[in-house]
């Protein structure tokens, strides 16, 4: 059986996926699926860079706002949401553009990865949460770290409530997520994914969009949209607070930080995060990169991007 064609923007944050990826749904006739771990949270939207209503250009945009900053939201739940609206988007005669930075959910959404299921120990999950209490985080994500250590490399430490999961799964199945996750890698992708992946040949350029984005967040409101978050009852410990910009935010309203601490925390949180994510992304052999310090504006990258999806047939 012929496997639905779709398209995935990649790359590190502020390297320009979100503007690449509305003007190919202009060009092509596409709607943009969100794939970043963060944007799907409502009121979460300076920090997160999310598109504006102006920046979408009237493209279809999903899997944006579609949960409240208190929920737990995991990677199995965005597979399922965002492979109902991609059949949707595909059986409408439309071209399916995945864009985002979270390297995890965009593989998982393209393989149709299927996660463990288990009803958990309760017992155990308590006793992880005790010792988070008593020794901190990087405690725990030790622990992981010597079951599981890519898994560990994936999870932020501060991002307790997945790593505890993790180690809840390793302990009720006897088999770490990565043991499960490589198991389901042996089937047949869902969907035939042309990837095109934007990247910068000299790192510093990236540090300098970075640092002015950062720079840009600030003066739109960031402050003033953790504090409504906050006000709002959310939890300062919830995965959705522990994002980058967020937590940093936190720490400056608890006095523990000055603004200006703040924003540079943000800064070098972002570059680390950028590395990261080009760590995760180098390891898929099907990305077709463009250096995006190499082309000379929107229409380059464009026509480039086009010419990589022609040669393979969408």
């Known amino acids: 059986m012929t496997k639905k064609k779709i398209v995935c923007i990649v790359g590190p944050t502020a390297s320009g996926k979100t503007a690449l990826s509305i003007a190919l749904a202009k060009k092509l006739d596409g709607e943009v699926v969100s794939c970043d771990s963060m944007q799907i949270y409502k009121g979460m939207d300076i920090?997160?860079?999310?598109p504006t209503a102006s920046e979408m250009q009237g493209i279809a945009h999903h899997m944006l706002s579609i949960v409240d900053p208190s929920e737990n939201y995991s990677v199995a739940r965005y597979v399922d949401d965002a492979t109902a609206i991609v059949e949707d988007i595909l059986s409408r005669g439309k071209l399916p553009i995945i864009t985002g930075g979270?390297?995890?959910y965009v593989d998982s959404l393209v393989n149709g990865t299927e996660f463990a299921q288990f009803s958990g120990d309760t017992k155990y999950r308590e006793e992880l949460f005790a010792l988070y209490e008593e020794k901190g985080a990087a405690y725990i994500h030790?622990?992981?770290?010597?079951?599981?250590?890519?898994?560990?490399?994936?999870?932020?430490?501060?991002?307790?409530k997945r790593v505890i999961r993790a180690l809840e799964i390793y302990k009720a199945t006897g088999k770490t997520i990565t043991e499960h996750d490589n198991a389901t890698k042996l089937k047949e992708a869902r969907f035939d994914a042309t990837y095109i992946g934007l990247m910068f040949e000299d790192r510093e350029k990236?540090?300098?969009r970075i640092n002015l984005r950062v720079d840009m967040m600030l003066k739109d409101g960031l402050c003033e949209e953790v504090k409504r978050l906050l006000d709002a009852g959310?939890?300062?410990?919830?995965?959705?607070?522990?994002?980058i910009g967020y937590k940093e935010m936190i720490s400056y309203f608890n006095g523990e930080s000055t603004l200006g601490d703040a924003a540079e925390s943000i800064k070098q949180a972002s570059r680390r995060y950028a590395k990261r994510q080009m760590t995760w992304f180098k390891r898929n052999k099907n990305i077709n990169w463009i250096a995006v310090d190499k082309s000379e504006n929107i229409?380059?990258?464009?026509?480039?991007?086009?010419?990589?999806i022609s040669s393979e047939s969408i």
């Open 206 to 208: 990236l540090y300098e």
């Open 299 to 308: 229409s380059d990258l464009l026509q480039t991007s086009i010419n990589f």
């Open 234 to 243: 959310t939890d300062p410990k919830s995965t959705s607070m522990q994002a």
């Open 47 to 50: 920090g997160t860079a999310k």
């Open 142 to 160: 030790g622990l992981l770290c010597t079951v599981d250590p890519e898994r560990a490399e994936q999870i932020h430490e501060n991002n307790v």
């Open 102 to 104: 979270t390297g995890l």
